[in-house]
């Protein structure tokens, strides 16, 4: 056997075993003794995951804190943001986002999603330096990107254009903003044109939806309508969908069996909507996040991811998705073991239903991609958010971090 882990904590049984990986595959998990391989791995006792997505990201600006963000709302980081991107510089792009992914790969991702701003002020060029990104990480992190139309398309009709271009120059998947048109009807507008142009890329769709305080933004309702009439159930994610938690009852209750019988997911990004949204509300006051354990309980699907890093739209993040999970259960109320678990699981196993990754998880056969986190439950680990001590994808060892942490001999037991 090429590498063999010793007394792992399988999840989520918790039972200790040992695991061989050949060629680039899980060969065996036994709770049987196992002869040490090349490579031995002392688990002692390490719970033993499937690695981790980053599903939301912008890696066209991470990293760009300087000019403050007063109100610290959306708007005013979409307006920072647009007189900076016009002439921001590819190289320092490509090594910002460079330094995102490396975290993200640090922290346990194999598989990211970014969008990447299209529109008229930038045309593709961002695109390119994230493109760029994509290549350099081919082999080591699965990259895709996300065109995004920041300035919509029914109210900016030039990037209309841009976006079957960027589909033709390295875009994976058709993003949208139907939010920021008008009205409900130029939204309407917009979720036409992204099916188009997805359907003829037979690509994915993955949307900002909603981002807002405003319950009159019911675009959501536009896209599991449109998903189920397009056949496109499974291949379209909403993210953000902030205005949710405005909604009173009898809307939620019109749209969102609508989304879980359109396969729609729904991917909330907490810890930037937490400080971006509601604030300008009186009690009762919106927090930006929809409410995940309604949502949870209404069969949808919820992944979480990150957003931005240390930037004029957010100024905390790591790119640890254990991080991201921790905030939406604080968000969204999920304190209770069976809603833990499914915090625990969104950047797991329900992020790879937003990726559609088939053999996802640990079992003989599939391809070796694994974790370990040094901790003992589901909870310790969205409790701790611990770096994993290694990182394996397809057998081979990509990263490990060993934390050490010393008391002095005066702190008592
Ligand atoms: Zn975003």
Known sequence: MEITIHQALLDPGLEKVNVGVDGGKIAIITREALPEGDTAIQADGQLLVPPFFE???????????????????????????????KDRDPGDLVRCASIAVRESL???????????????????RLLQAVVEVKRKFAGVMDIQVIAFPQLGMARSPETVELMYAAMENGADLVGGIPHHERDMQDAARQVEIIFDIAKKYHAGIDMHVDEDDDPNWQSLELLADKTLQEGYQGRVNASHCCSIAAWDAATFNRIIPKVAAAGVSITTNPLTNLVGQGRGDQPPARRGVPPLDRLVRAGVNVAVAHDDLKNMFYPFGNMNPLYAANVAAHAGYLTTPDLIRQAFEMPGYHAAQVFGIQHYGLQPGYPANLLLLPVQSDLDALRLCPAPTLVMRQGRILARTQVQRTFDDCVPL
């Open 55 to 85: 599903p939301h990201f912008h890696l066209d600006n991470p990293l760009l804190w300087g000019e403050v963000n007063s109100s610290g709302t959306l708007r005013e980081a979409i307006q920072i943001y647009a007189r900076i991107k």
């Open 106 to 124: 640090a922290h346990g991702v194999l598989w990211f999603r970014t969008h990447v701003d299209i529109d008229p002020s930038v045309g593709l």
